[in-house]
């Protein structure tokens, strides 16, 4: 310790000694940018609170080195369970080596099996509502560093969000560094500015369904828009009027959720005002009970849009998981954005233009003619006639069927749900 503040003066650090050769533990911060409390510190997790100087902004971080044995295992998620349920601030990240996988596809080699330590530390990632941010590039975090049959590769460690992402207008992004010299990869956590918006193709809300009205507009802007051509013409035509007529009655009629939203609370606080002052009249329960009728609604929308974006299917409705949901779509942004690329000259490349550029010509290099020739030809002359053979209307009833109503919608922005529950022909 008085060596690295010899060496790193510009640096703070807390830390758990390790025991030989195994476990220790270590949270540095630059006194300039940072400001650390320590909370708590056993032999295989510490935590304590952090305030982003420049950013004016605090969260916990919980810092963990797991134990091998199962028993010692439990033991620890059960500390920081206990931890993490006396905990009031809005953000918390949990991150370090776990020790375990999660799923089978979390190891390459050896034997795949989930045993007890996976099921137990899955219940605990469930129980807690940790949401796991997805590292962007690289993918184990343990190399056994052998070769052949030999080599074991494992993602044991990782990054945890628990807390909400609404208020922090940022983004956390995890990266699996290059190897550095140990058997574990050192992963890198970044809380990033959100990226500048740009024009969004249309997509249909499932929320819209919840609207009294919409079923009725839908049937009546599909008859009354007739088009003269082949059948497919005429579907992908009304299609496109009937977007044109959604966002536009959207606009006007469905109105933004999230201004609605904020109008209600608004509303609802100023009832709440004026009842403390001057005591509940039939004026104002009458008014405090249809803005929460409202609220009510507009909550119901809000969680559809948020699971819409998300494409989280496990869940189960009941009980309000906007928040999860939420958090989830920013997870996933985070995880898909591109931020730099390396081309062929291994030269690396940050400009969104250029990554584009880049991008669009190696796939045109590879998907040329001259493969596209080489594709064997395994369609045999049978299943090339059931192919071209003409569609009934039960086929499309069964695919419809088939597929999840919420997931992500075609090239037109209507998804399957749209055509299963509006019934149209």
């Known amino acids: 310790m008085d060596n690295f503040s010899r060496k790193f003066t510009q640096w703070q650090m807390e830390m758990v000694e390790s025991i030989g050769a195994s476990g220790g533990l270590g949270i540095m911060w630059k006194k300039n940018s940072a400001a650390f409390t320590f909370q708590t510190k056993i032999q295989n997790w510490m935590a304590g609170k ?38 009031d601030e809005k953000h918390i990240i949990i991150g370090g080596d776990f020790n375990t996988i999660l799923y089978s596809t979390d190891k390459s080699g050896g034997i795949k099996t989930i045993r007890q330590p996976q099921r137990d530390f899955a219940n605990w990632i469930n129980k807690n509502n940790l949401l796991e941010i997805r590292t962007e590039m690289g993918f184990h975090t343990w190399n056994n560093r052998r070769i052949g049959f030999s080599n074991i590769a494992e993602i044991i460690g990782r990054f945890f969000l628990k807390g909400d992402l609404t208020d922090l207008k940022k983004e956390l992004k995890t990266t699996v560094l290059p190897w550095s010299g140990s058997d574990h990869y050192l992963m890198l956590l970044e809380l990033m500015g959100e990226a ?43 299609l496109k009027e ?37 005591r509940m009249t039939c004026e104002t329960y009458e008014a405090e009970k249809k803005l929460l009728c409202e609220y009510e609604g507009i909550m119901a929308r809000e969680e559809i849009y948020w699971k819409l974006k998300s494409r989280e299917t496990w869940l189960e409705d009941g009980d309000r998981n906007t928040r999860f949901f939420h958090n989830s779509v920013k997870m996933k942004r985070a995880a898909n954005k591109i931020t730099h690329i390396i081309n062929d000259s291994d030269q690396i490349i940050m400009d969104q233009n250029l990554i584009a550029k880049d991008g669009t010509k190696y796939f045109e290099n590879i998907l040329n003619k001259a493969l596209l020739n080489n594709i064997p030809k395994l369609i045999t002359k049978g299943d090339n006639q059931m192919l071209n053979s003409k569609i009934t209307h039960e086929e499309v009833k ?18 399957a749900g749209f055509f299963r529950n509006v019934g149209i022909s």
């Open 398 to 415: 069964m695919a419809l069927a088939q597929f999840q109503g919420d997931k992500a919608p075609g090239p037109n922005g209507f998804p």
């Open 242 to 278: 009937v977007k044109h007529k959604l966002l536009d009655w959207n606009k006007k009629k469905f109105k933004h959720v999230f201004e609605e939203k904020s109008r209600i609370e608004k509303g609802l606080e100023t009832i709440n005002n004026v009842v403390m002052q001057n």
């Open 196 to 238: 500048k918006q740009t024009a969004c193709p249309f997509k249909f809300e499932m929320m819209w369904f919840t609207h009294e009205y919409f079923l009725p507009n839908i049937h009546k802007w599909w008859k009354d828009n007739v088009f003269e051509g082949s059948k497919m013409y005429c579907i992908v035509s009304k």
């Open 50 to 87: 952090v305030r982003a100087l420049s950013l004016n902004l605090e969260f916990i971080i919980i810092n963990v080195y797991g134990p091998i044995p199962t028993d010692k295992k439990r033991l620890v998620w059960q500390e920081i369970e206990h931890f993490l349920n006396n905990q």
